[in-house]
């Protein structure tokens, strides 16, 4: 079991000093997925004030290191490529902690890229694994049909109308959101309740709105010691909190379909900040489904099994209320190129800075980002405080 | 099906798995049992979940299950299953005790012809002359 006081030892010791999305995100056609990985790597670096140069430890998934390391250029001295989904750039942030902390690296860089709408490569079945025997062959493919079979669980559970609902006000509140995010897919695209509810079917129980986007982006973070985070362009974030974990790969084997890993991961993460959840200002919790949003806030603790509904009843979770969740408008409406895990650090640094805008909180000082990746499989979760 | 469409994955079967996938292609479920507590395992593995290092045989499944959950998908994932939608994808939990992953065959994918709990059968599914899949059905 991880060592809690060796875990508190850690916390704030490590910070955030740059986040960045790559140049253009969206409907990007004309960057590969490389691409997007070295245009975030460099902003993010510029938004540091840090420079290739300084990088000693890489981190990326879906790509290998190995990839991504000889296209920027550089020879780190601590690798690591773990790629459980969509969540891994959150969990990087717990690995980039132990590497600085031990001393195998000292400036950590997070990369991610992905061409979801325009890739001219595409995947094909990764023969051998349980998957492509249990699952692929039934059509059970992709993470629509997968997390469905989860929500209609769910909803036995719980109850069809109140899930639908609160699915529902998940998809409007996070719109409403990315309608003030000028790097948003559905900026300029408000969506209203008749707008969910008549939506198509992707997989039953979902609507097209209950759905991620499908978009072309990259984004990195840049993490050091908060000792040298002190001469960084705009100081360092701070990483209370880590923690990361997985309990299955196929969704058929997932032990509760409405349990997530983040039962574990979110109670550790407050444990080494030393922080309860009434002390986070923004939830960015990823939101590859209105689906994964509900169960995640439970499995974190938010509230209890089967109250997600009432927590994020009447819009609360929507700009002006008083429960802010996924201020840049989430993978539901602002980009979501895959593995969109990245992307909720990215805004929680930009809310803890004060960078946002017109969607800004007002004393955002701390904020969780909760990743989850594969089949509901893994979960990475971190807690960050404003510098 | 339609005639244009690309074949269905087929699975391809590891050692461990050839008992099951030979099992499936003679229209019979069969599944690992820990030889000591009893408890049988899905998916086939090389060891026993429930006392490694321990032994394990193979047993006919008795094709008896229940339904734990499903979804109704509309939007084919893959250009497979264009010729196949809407088609009802599911969690069944065996009468032994496993879950596995199956579609429910022989009923009309709506939503109020399927409930959680519903006893299903299992039934067989030719996919090509070495794979068929155990599927399921109203008991």
């Known amino acids: ?387 | 099906m339609t005639t244009d469409a690309p074949a269905r994955h087929e699975p391809v079967s590891q050692p461990e798995s050839d008992r099951y996938w030979e099992g499936a292609r003679n229209g019979e479920l069969w599944l690992q049992r820990d030889k000591a507590t009893g408890e049988h395992q899905f998916y086939p593995r090389a060891f026993s979940l429930a006392t490694p290092g321990g032994e394990l045989e193979w047993v006919k499944a008795s094709g008896n299950a229940t339904l734990h959950t499903f979804g109704i998908v509309h939007v084919p994932p893959h250009p497979a299953f264009m010729g196949e939608i809407p088609y009802i994808t599911a969690i069944v939990e065996l009468e032994e005790g496993p879950k596995m992953a199956a579609n429910i065959v022989g009923v009309d994918p709506e939503p109020e012809n399927l409930s959680i709990g519903m006893a299903l059968k299992v039934v067989f599914t030719k996919i090509s002359d070495d794979y068929t899949l155990p599927n399921f059905t109203p008991a």
């Not at chain 1, 920027?72 to 690995?95: E, K, N, Q, Y």
């Not at chain 1, 997070?110 to 025997?133: E, F, K, M, V, Y």
Request: net charge negative.
């Open chain 1, 1 to 387: 079991m991880p060592n809690l006081n060796r875990l508190r030892a850690l916390s704030g010791q490590s910070a955030i000093v740059g986040v960045a999305e790559s140049d253009q995100i969206g409907n990007v056609p004309d960057k590969s997925p490389l691409a997007h990985h070295a245009e975030a790597a460099i902003n993010a670096l510029d938004d540091a004030g840090l420079s290739l140069s300084d990088i000693d430890g890489l981190m990326t998934a879906g790509w290998s290191t190995l990839d991504v390391g000889e296209y920027l250029g550089i020879h780190p001295r601590f690798t690591d490529s773990t790629s459980v989904g969509g969540s891994s750039f959150v969990i990087h942030i717990a690995h980039a902690i132990a590497a600085i902390q031990a001393g195998y690296c000292e400036v950590a860089l997070i990369t991610h890229g992905q061409a979801g709408r325009s890739d001219r490569a595409r995947a094909g079945a990764n023969l051998g694994t349980p998957q492509s025997q249990y699952e692929t062959p039934y059509g059970i493919i992709g993470p629509p049909v997968s997390y469905s079979m989860a929500c209609r669980r769910y909803m036995h559970q719980y109850g069809e109308d109140r899930t639908r609902e609160a699915m529902a006000n998940i998809a409007v509140s996070t719109r409403k959101w990315a309608n003030m995010n000028e790097k948003a897919y559905f900026y300029d695209r408000p969506a209203t309740f008749d707008d969910y509810h008549e939506s198509r079917w992707i997989s039953w129980p979902f609507h097209l709105l209950d759905c991620c986007l499908v978009t072309d982006a990259g984004a990195a973070i840049v993490v050091t010691t908060a000792e040298r985070a002190k001469d960084c362009a705009k100081g360092g974030v701070g990483i209370l909190g880590a923690a990361e974990g997985h309990d299955h790969s196929m969704i058929s084997q997932m032990p509760d379909l409405t349990r997530a890993f983040g039962r574990n991961t979110g109670q550790q993460a407050l444990d080494m900040a030393g922080v309860s959840h009434s002390d986070l200002d923004l939830m960015m919790i990823y939101d590859s489904f209105t689906y994964t949003v509900l169960v995640s806030l439970e499995n974190l603790g938010f509230c209890g099994p089967g109250e997600g509904p009432d927590l994020v009843a009447n819009q609360r979770t929507a700009p002006g209320g008083d429960f802010p969740v996924n201020t840049s408008g989430g993978g539901l409406s602002y980009t979501h190129p895959g593995m969109y895990g990245i992307f909720t650090v990215v805004e929680a640094v930009r809310q803890l800075r004060g960078e946002t805008g017109e969607r800004q909180l007002d004393d955002c000082n701390l904020a969780i980002a909760h990743g989850t990746g594969g089949q509901l499989s893994s979960t990475g979760t971190v807690i960050l405080a404003a510098p």
